[in-house]
T-cell receptor, first 114, second 115 residues
């Protein structure tokens, strides 16, 4: 059965700390891994990763994928209170007989305190 | 501005009632999706549609129904057969299914509660 696991499920840090969020997966016919940030409402897209070892970066956020070990990490440096959110990891898997399935993990709830 | 609009933001339902959640997008996306989010769980797919007048069941379709009469609109009906409907419902759209490595765009969600 396809599954996506995230750890930790919740995390509290102080402003300025660096955090690493983990996502591991077991899916058939992996296509891509996506990270979203959800602040109470709509998840907003952060990164899409398809190749191993290539870091994607956007400001203080970065992410990398390891397709051999089946995991990805999301790093946030110099955290700010505005980084407080649930971070969702999702994996897209190809299906020959139906749509390309997207499987979401449970999310990591990050709280950044001043 | 282009985007996805879900309404209402909050919805209350009495037991035995059907309710319909609205989802409209002006992104010209072909594919649309409905997810359910419960506390501590990831998003679970209810229904999806990749083209007008066609839709497919997701992982938890029981007790729900949808229609796709227009490209822009994908309403979700929560029927009385859904025994535990209290949840946060998210609608999403994408360019053409998810096979083109394009991320989904999400609406702001509808929170449904049972009275």
């Amino acid at each position: 059965e396809d599954k996506v696991v995230q750890s930790p499920l919740s995390l509290v840090v102080h402003e300025g700390d660096t955090v690493t969020l983990n996502c591991s997966y077991e899916v058939t016919n992996f296509r891509s891994l996506l990270w979203y940030k959800q602040e109470k409402k709509a998840p907003t897209f952060l990164f899409m990763l398809t190749s191993s070892g290539i870091e994607k970066k956007s400001g203080r956020l970065s992410s990398i994928l390891d397709k051999k070990e089946l995991f990805s990490i999301l790093n946030i440096t110099a955290t700010q209170t505005g980084d407080s959110a649930v971070y969702l990891c999702a994996v897209e898997a190809s299906r020959k007989t139906s749509y390309d399935k997207v499987i979401f993990g449970p999310g990591t709830s990050l709280s950044v305190i001043p | 501005d282009g985007g996805i609009t879900q309404s209402p933001k909050y919805l209350f339902r009495k037991e035995g009632q059907n309710v319909t959640l609205s989802c409209e997008q002006n992104l010209n996306h072909d594919a649309m999706y409905w997810y359910r989010q419960d506390p501590g769980q990831g998003l679970r797919l209810i229904y999806y549609s990749q083209i007008v007048n066609d839709f497919q069941k997701g992982d938890i379709a029981e007790g729900y129904s949808v229609s796709r009469e227009k490209k822009e609109s994908f309403p979700l009906t929560v029927t009385s057969a859904q025994k535990n409907p209290t949840a946060f419902y998210l609608c999403a759209s994408a360019i053409a299914g998810t096979g083109l490595n394009q991320p989904q765009h999400f609406g702001d969600g509808t929170r449904l509660s049972i009275l």
